[in-house]
Nanobody, 124 residues
Framework: QVQLVESGGGLVQAGGSLRLSCAAS????????MGWFRQAPGKEREFVAA????????YYRDSVKGRFTLSRDNAKNMVDLQMNSLKPEDTAVYYC?????????????????WGQGTQVTVSS
C-alpha cells in the first residue's frame, strides 16, 4: 500500500507564491510518474504537472508553464510543486498522485494512488 500526503496549501494574494509538497510512503512505492492535479468547485479535476520519477523530465499544463516548477527527491520520496505568480484561477484543491506508467500522464485515470488534497486559495 502506498500513502501520499500533501502539505503546503494556504491562502495567498494574487502574484504570490506557495510550495506544495507530497510525501510518499509504502513498501510498494515505485512510481513511473508523479503528478499533480487540481479541482476547483464545480469543475472537473484537471492535470497540472507531472514528473518522471526516474529521469526527472517534467510536464506542465499550458496555463502554468513558466510559473510552476516540479522537483523530486527520490531518496526522500518527495515531490514538490513550486507555484509562483499565482492567479485567482489557480484556486483549487491540489492532489498529488502516483502512476506506474508514463503513458498518458495527463489522464487522472492512469494514476493509482492519490493524496487527500490540499487547498490553495488565491485572492485577487
Amino acid at each position: 500500500q502506498v500513502q501520499l500526503v500533501e502539505s503546503g496549501g494556504g491562502l495567498v494574494q494574487a502574484g504570490g507564491s506557495l510550495r506544495l509538497s507530497c510525501a510518499a510512503s509504502g513498501r510498494t512505492f515505485r512510481p513511473s510518474v508523479m503528478g499533480w492535479f487540481r479541482q476547483a468547485p464545480g469543475k472537473e479535476r484537471e492535470f497540472v504537472a507531472a514528473i518522471s520519477w526516474g529521469g526527472g523530465s517534467a510536464y506542465y499544463r499550458d496555463s502554468v508553464k513558466g510559473r510552476f516548477t516540479l522537483s523530486r527527491d527520490n531518496a526522500k520520496n518527495m515531490v514538490d510543486l513550486q507555484m509562483n505568480s499565482l492567479k485567482p484561477e489557480d484556486t483549487a484543491v491540489y492532489y498529488c498522485a502516483s502512476s506506474p506508467s508514463p503513458v498518458e500522464y495527463w489522464e487522472a485515470g492512469r494514476y493509482d494512488y492519490w493524496g487527500q488534497g490540499t487547498q490553495v486559495t488565491v485572492s485577487s
